[in-house]
């Protein structure tokens, strides 16, 4: 669905420097298995967005990746292309809509991610799941999370996918890099957040990467695990 907006052209409301970052030893990926293997109590912060469509409700999966680099950890994610019809052009994790072979939440995230980008399932690691999360068209998407080692190959989808970068996981769970932005649609008013990062792209130039909506709430909602 197209944006009658720019996100990336709206004020910034606020920035949540006043909390803490997640501790680097807490961002290895032993830490990470730890934490999912034995969860604290916690609340997802961010569950449902503002429905502005009346589509049925359908279930979807992502997978949000976690590559394991020398300096870190470090989220593989992806640009859609601008054709689509949900979510055209925004970055997103690898993912999609539940089919009905898929055996569960887990099985729909590695299939979606290895038609996506080529990410085998036997290169990841899946060590937990966060909490659903409804976005505004109408998608219950579970967040599948997996530890995938330095030496994955990727086969991108040109229909799909137009990019995939990485993004280090510690910038992404600092909520000093956490934005906040507000915009009335339709007579309501809309929040999200947003995490933009300078990265290098696959030609090597500089780019600014927009982290937002569904993607950075699902982020919010680890780096809110991750700090319980």
């Given at each position: 669905?197209?944006?009658?907006?720019?996100?990336?052209e709206l004020p910034v409301q606020s920035?949540?420097?006043?909390?803490?970052?997640?501790?680097?030893?807490?961002?290895?990926?032993?830490?990470?298995?730890?934490?999912?293997?034995?969860?604290?109590?916690?609340?997802?912060?961010?569950?449902?967005?503002?429905?502005?469509?009346?589509?049925?409700?359908?279930?979807?999966?992502?997978?949000?990746?976690?590559?394991?680099?020398?300096?870190?950890?470090?989220?593989?994610?992806?640009?859609?292309?601008?054709?689509?019809?949900?979510?055209?052009?925004?970055?997103?994790?690898?993912?999609?809509?539940?089919?009905?072979?898929?055996?569960?939440?887990v099985a729909t995230a590695l299939r979606?991610?290895?038609?996506?980008?080529?990410?085998?399932?036997?290169?990841?690691?899946?060590?937990?799941?966060?909490?659903?999360?409804?976005?505004?068209?109408?998608?219950?998407?579970?967040?599948?999370?997996?530890l995938v080692l330095p030496d994955f190959?990727?086969?991108?989808?040109?229909?799909?996918?137009?990019?995939?970068?990485?993004?280090?996981?510690?910038?992404?769970?600092?909520?000093?890099?956490?934005?906040?932005?507000?915009?009335?649609?339709?007579?309501?008013?809309?929040?999200?957040?947003?995490?933009?990062?300078?990265?290098?792209?696959?030609?090597?130039?500089?780019?600014?990467?927009?982290?937002?909506?569904?993607?950075?709430?699902?982020?919010?909602?680890?780096?809110?695990?991750?700090?319980?």
């Amino acid at each position: 669905m197209a944006l009658s907006f720019d996100p990336q052209e709206l004020p910034v409301q606020s920035v949540d420097d006043h909390l803490p970052a997640v501790i680097a030893v807490e961002l290895q990926a032993e830490a990470m298995r730890r934490r999912f293997g034995r969860p604290p109590v916690w609340s997802p912060e961010i569950a449902v967005e503002r429905q502005f469509t009346g589509r049925k409700p359908t279930h979807a999966s992502v997978l949000v990746p976690l590559v394991e680099r020398d300096e870190g950890l470090a989220v593989l994610l992806t640009q859609r292309t601008d054709h689509l019809t949900d979510h055209p052009g925004q970055v997103s994790f690898p993912g999609g809509r539940a089919e009905p072979e898929d055996a569960d939440a887990v099985a729909t995230a590695l299939r979606e991610a290895q038609e996506e980008i080529g990410l085998s399932p036997d290169q990841v690691d899946v060590i937990g799941q966060l909490p659903t999360y409804t976005t505004g068209t109408g998608f219950i998407v579970t967040p599948v999370v997996g530890l995938v080692l330095p030496d994955f190959s990727i086969r991108i989808d040109p229909f799909e996918v137009a990019e995939v970068f990485e993004v280090p996981l510690s910038f992404l769970m600092n909520p000093a890099n956490h934005r906040w932005h507000a915009i009335e649609v339709n007579g309501s008013k809309r929040e999200f957040l947003s995490m933009p990062w300078m990265g290098v792209d696959a030609a090597g130039q500089a780019r600014r990467y927009f982290v937002w909506g569904a993607t950075a709430a699902m982020l919010r909602n680890l780096y809110r695990f991750l700090a319980a």
